[in-house]
């Protein structure tokens, strides 16, 4: 069975000047999702958006935001994100001092909910919660910055949790973040992920034909 391949392109390599002109010239180009990084200068060693600029940018699409919180701590901030028209809210246990009551918090908001392993975090993380969550989002970089190079060892953990979720008939996406490209693509979704994000490859490869590169990373 052939699983449906989503594309989430991360807007943190798209022209902040005219970021709202992006978010729509991505969904013109065919994207699934948008993928929106949250960044506090904390958690991760950059700094990005916040809820303001999501609420912005929300009457421009009806596409699903993507909302990846590299913040922490992140309770705090669940309720503004969801307000600002966040559809899925992703967060890294080690983010969290309770990681039931941050996924209580999100659903409370009727949001879907993800949690975030970074490349050396354990799967040991994520099982007790596998019932309530609705995506698992495996970080293929140190989370902080676009255009990093991929680590191949996140695969095996990507097999791993996909072989558990089916082992237990669940419905949670696998997504996959950080120095995706062309060559690598299959290699995820032959892991097991259904979640492309792309910052670097989507606004860059072929001087930025974004349909196109949506196209070869959805079909490779
Ligand atoms: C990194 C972010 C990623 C990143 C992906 O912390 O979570 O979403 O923007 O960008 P590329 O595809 O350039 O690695
Ligand atoms: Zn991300």
């Not at 958006?49 to 596409?63: Q, S």
């Not at 669940?170 to 996959?176: A, C």
């Not at 032959?190 to 994000?197: H, K, L, Q, T």
Request: hydrophobic share 40%; net charge neutral; aromatic share 6%.
């Amino acid at each position: 069975m052939t699983v449906p391949i989503k594309i989430s392109p991360s807007i943190l390599s798209a022209d902040f000047s005219k970021l709202g002109d992006e978010v729509i010239s991505l969904e013109k180009a065919g994207a699934d999702y948008i993928h929106i990084d949250v960044m506090d200068g904390h958690f991760v060693p950059n700094l990005t958006i916040g809820p303001e600029v999501i609420k912005k940018l929300r009457p421009l699409t009806n596409k699903t935001f993507d909302v990846h919180l590299m913040i922490s701590p992140v309770d705090k901030f669940i309720n503004d994100f969801a307000a600002a028209g966040a559809d899925i809210i992703t967060f890294h246990p080690e983010a969290t001092k309770n990681t039931s009551k941050t996924i209580e918090l999100i659903k409370a908001k009727n949001k879907k909910v993800g949690i975030s392993l970074k490349p050396k975090s354990s799967i040991d993380l994520i099982l007790d919660y596998l019932d309530e969550i609705d995506l698992v989002l495996i970080m293929s970089v140190e989370p902080g910055f676009g255009g990093q190079k991929f680590m191949p060892e996140v695969l095996e953990k990507t097999k791993k949790i996909k072989e558990i979720i089916d082992k237990k008939k669940l419905n949670i996406d696998i997504e996959i973040d950080g120095g995706i490209n062309f060559e690598n693509c299959n290699l995820v979704k032959e892991a097991g992920a259904n979640i492309i994000v792309s910052g670097s490859t989507i606004f860059k490869e072929n001087k930025g034909d974004l349909k196109k590169n949506i196209e070869i990373l959805k079909k490779s």
